[in-house]
């Protein structure tokens, strides 16, 4: 069943790239469409299992010389993300209804891109989960370079290569994981049952990991984050935000972390304190935490603002897997789905909902217009998916990032508390925006040109705005809806996972 | 010899003897019958007969898989049977694309050349004695010679051809005389025979000098580094159908020979005898890898790029080679087989542009999108092959190419570090392949004029597209007849 938003993604945009001179207003529509179907799916599914265990939705045997089987199946962890998915293909295709040019093409790209992502949420047959890991590339390359802004070439080029180079090193992973394993089987509980040396697990879970964790935004991969965020069009900043990050945090749990365990033993020496590559990951996070919220604190264009804010946001679902306690990694798919949704929320504001009126998004221009004012809308908005995105209490974001800090706190307490100070941070720079967009009260000196009335908030933009943020808070209010399907999900990794790891 | 095995020769050889037969039809007709009609006539008659041609023989080999070898200088055998059939449907595929083509005056003999050629590399697969593999070899050297100077309104294709010709016949000197030490070492002209002889001979500095000889003619047939320095400037100047067969049923052929010789001279007995070899073609593959990716970085025509990408696609497939284990063996073919299906598609798309626009640059491609939706459209399914994005048919190819290279049992010192240098060049390779594509989707072109392609062309290209999908989404069909991992 869950499968269907798969194929209905891909024939979606399969009918759209073999119409391209379609009207606009049936191609945003048809996308549409495809996508709230695509959301059903998910949220039937994520309601018929309940919290049961892993749901398997297709298993057929797809190149039987390779041993490759197309299996497809569904734990609590892919639920989540897949209604997650939902929701971003949802509030994108709303929070771009004004695209006008090549409309068609760009929801084709868009539901290819979502297709993908679907796939790699869904997919239990490690070769089926790169093959979709793969597909999500290309989308983004064309999304950013044909309809962006700020330097899109630069942006798209590099989002694609740092992928794709990403991806090559997982590939060399898996290719020694499937040869080493001998069992001519490419399947996810196949490879995990099997006991690889734990001299190959410390070089191939580093190297998987690290492919992984480029596409997740670690530190010091991520710099193609905040110009590809930037770069792109609001639907694709709010997907690569929403959703793209999060199949790199996914693969490096789901991949990485269950077929190569042991790759985060102890070395048995130690440098600094750094004694495993456990550590390793865990103190890049961190830092990733507290550089993203620091260089969030001085950028003078919003979208960076945001871009950055989710580096460090990701560096929390990273030191939350690092924590390995069942609280940690709870809190790290939580915190997926939280910043899928708030990210997407912050970066329609700004991109779609206040860059679409006044043609700017240079902090100390916005002040100028008295945003406060003749765009209240806006500035409620962007004040709750702040709140929300910094932690408050009653939002999605307060619960993952507790969970995250109290699982950090058994495994690594200093790492927690520099976590913490980069939290705080994420406050400063998030007041720092409100206020100089939004509540900038100093006495204009130079006029400001007139301009028109800004246009009114369309439906499509109510609409996204109460999805998102509805999302948020229902989840701050009662976390356990994901919380009760996310544990058991978790409890089924492998032991060691949730144990502490050894040593 | 007796009369009955002569009967063999002729049954083994039928799809042969048939291009042999069209090619002179085709002359007959062209300078005969048609001489008073249109060039443009004459030249979809001449490719017509030529298709028709490839097409005969084609089904004469699928109705007679298994004919009996003939002794041991050209056998059949699965690997052979599938080698065959690609290069006879590589070169209709080529034929279909030419005939809008305008560069000749005289297309009987340009078909005729083609399907010599053709002859040529179905020899070549299926040789294995030493004399037959030269000749096949020279045939088929000779007539491309031919082909790459075919346009004579441009300076380019002399030039190509002349480049061509001149390295080509350089090494065919080196083969010839690297032949003859392999046969003054043994004592036999047959594979066979060399690799029983290698085994019980002593391990001679003559024995790595003539494979250092051998390695200098095969290298360059395949353009692999350092015998690669034709490959630029002739894929650049010559006709673009030629182009497409230099770069697809000639590959073909080369790596099924490269297959067979590393048979003989890797005797399976005495690794310790094959280790030279193994080493030779190892620093080609790695000398390729790198050189082709990253000479591709920098090149504006797409034509040159396109070479320096066959370039890097030598590397990987010489590393399949080096591994020589019957699965490495079968994932070359099956990756010379997807790859030269869509090299010639990406030849064909890059011909058509090249008429419309006049030249091969990448700003020529701009905005094609727009000008030609579908062409873009099949432009887009090859790079992306070319570039091993999944589901597309170059995934395949290089994931079963790289997981046969890790598991040949003596690759063992060598493997990971190749495979992990193939496909980081193949992340590299992703910059080159989108230069074309961004100029096709994002940049606007010029002007917005729709490009005319004919529906002959344009189906064949959507047929090459559609079956680089079908192959990639269903890639256990070609693994009927090359077994997979």
Known sequence: MLAYTIYLSFAGALVLALLPRVAAGFARVFALAIAVAGLAVGLTGFIQAGTSGPVLIADIPWIPAMGIHYTLAADGISRVLVVLTGLAAVAGILFSWTVKERTSEFFAFFLALIGGVYGVFLAVDLFVLFVFYEIAIVPKYFLIAIWGSTRREYGAMKLALYSFLGSAMVLIGLLAAYVMSGAHSMDLHTLAAYQYPVSFQLWAFPLVFTGFAILAGMWPFHTWAPTGHVAAPTAASMLLAGVVMKLGAYGCLRVAMTVFPHGMDPWGWSFLGIGSWRTVFALLAVIGIVYGAAVALVQNDFKFVIGYSSVSHMGLVLLGLMTLTQVGIDGAVLQMFSHGVLAGLLFAVVGCIVYERTHTRDLAILGKLKLGKTMLFAAVVFAIAGMASMGLPGFSGFVAEMQVLMGAWQAFPWFAAVAGIGIVVGVAYTWRALQRVFLNDTPVTEPVEDHAPYAPISWAEWAGVLLLTGTSLLVGLMPRLLLDVIAPAVQALPHILVAGGRG | ?485
Request: proline content about 4%; glycine content about 10%.
């Open chain 2, 1 to 485: 010899m007796n009369g009955a095995s002569l009967t063999n020769l002729l049954y083994l050889t039928f799809p042969e003897t048939i291009l042999e037969v069209a090619s002179l039809v085709v002359l007959v007709i062209d300078l005969g019958i048609l001489r008073r009609r249109s060039a443009a006539y004459r030249t979809v008659a001449a490719a017509a007969f030529g298709v028709m041609g490839c097409l005969l023989a084609l089904g004469w080999l699928l109705s007679h898989p298994l004919a009996p070898s003939f002794g041991e200088l050209l056998v059949s055998n699965p690997s052979v049977f599938v080698a065959q059939a690609g290069i006879l449907i590589l070169s209709g595929l080529v034929l279909l694309l030419s005939m809008r083509e305008e560069f000749s005056r005289n297309p009987g003999e340009f078909v005729a050349l083609v399907l010599l050629a053709t002859t040529g590399m179905m020899l070549v697969a299926a040789a294995r004695d030493l004399l037959v593999i030269f000749v096949a070899l020279e045939l088929l050297s000779l007539s491309l010679y031919v082909l790459a100077a075919f346009n004579k309104h441009r300076a380019e294709s002399s030039e190509a051809a002349l480049k061509y010709y001149l390295f080509g016949g350089m090494s065919a000197a080196f083969l010839l005389f690297g032949f003859s030490y392999l046969y003054g070492l043994t004592g036999t002209t047959s594979l066979a025979g060399i690799a029983a002889a290698a085994v019980a001979g002593p391990l001679t500095p003559l024995w790595i000098v003539s494979l250092v000889l051998v390695a200098v003619g095969l290298g360059f047939k395949v353009a692999a580094v350092p015998f690669h320095l034709w490959a630029p400037d002739t894929y650049q100047g010559a006709p673009a159908p030629v182009t497409a067969l230099i770069a697809s049923g000639s590959k073909v052929a080369s790596f099924a020979l490269l297959v067979s010789v590393t048979g003989a001279v890797v005797p399976a007995l005495d690794e310790q005898k094959g280790v030279s070899w193994v080493v030779l073609l190892l620093w080609m593959a790695g000398a390729s890898i790198i050189l082709g990716n990253l000479g591709a970085l920098v090149q504006t025509s797409v034509r040159r790029l396109l070479a320096y990408s066959a370039i890097a696609h030598a590397g990987y497939m010489l590393l399949g080679i080096a591994a020589h284990t019957s699965a490495s063996q079968g994932a070359v073919l099956y990756y010379a087989l997807t790859y030269s299906l869509t090299t010639v598609g990406a030849f064909g798309a890059v011909a058509i542009v090249e008429r419309a626009t006049g030249n091969d640059r990448l700003e020529s491609f701009s905005g094609l999108a727009r000008r030609n939706p579908l062409l873009a459209g099949t432009m887009l399914v090859y790079l992306l092959s070319l570039a091993g994005i999944p589901p597309l048919v170059g995934f395949w190819a290089k994931f079963n190419l790289f997981a046969a290279v890790l598991r040949a049992p003596q690759a063992g010192v060598w493997s990971l570090g190749m495979v992990i240098l193939a496909l980081g060049m193949s992340a590299v390779s992703l910059y080159y392949y989108l230069q074309v594509l961004k100029r096709v989707y994002v940049v606007k072109g010029t002007t917005e004029d729709s490009i005319p392609v004919h529906w002959l062309e344009l189906l064949t290209l959507v047929a090459i597209a559609v079956a680089v999908v079908l192959l990639g989404v269903f890639p256990g069909w070609l693994g009927q007849f090359i077994p997979l991992g």
